[in-house]
Nanobody
Framework: QVQLVESGGGLVQPGGSLRLSCAAS????????MRWYRQGPGKERELVAT????????NYADSVKGRYTISGDNTKNTVYLQMNSLKPEDTAVYYC???????WGQGTQVTVSS
């Protein structure tokens, strides 16, 4: 059974940083794409970043390019999202997604506010 568990969200001031983690189980981690999405208040869910855990290639939404970094550790079955220079508009629930299995985590809240 595929399971994704996010952690690392919280309250941070504008300009601050957070690192989200997504621990995956139930499949061979280094063979598939993994994605981070977010959904802000009153907004649709938005694709933020994608990584190929097989080759390490990455892709980002324009809104986070240069500020966010997605990475994976195949030895820990974990994908990370390093978020720097956070802005109030980054406030959202962040979700980990394994598209191959259409599996979602429960989400972790990120709030950027002074």
């Amino acid at each position: 059974q595929v399971q994704l568990v996010e952690s690392g969200g919280g309250l941070v001031q504008p300009g601050g940083s957070l690192r989200l983690s997504c621990a995956a189980s139930g499949f061979t981690f280094g063979t598939t794409f993994m994605r981070w999405y977010r959904q802000g208040p009153g907004k649709e869910r938005e694709l933020v970043a994608t990584i190929s855990t097989a080759v390490g290639s990455t892709n980002y939404a324009d809104s986070v390019k240069g500020r966010y970094t997605i990475s994976g550790d195949n030895t820990k079955n974990t994908v990370y999202l390093q978020m720097n220079s956070l802005k109030p508009e980054d406030t959202a629930v962040y979700y980990c997604h394994a598209p191959r299995f259409n599996s979602w985590g429960q989400g972790t809240q990120v709030t950027v506010s002074s």
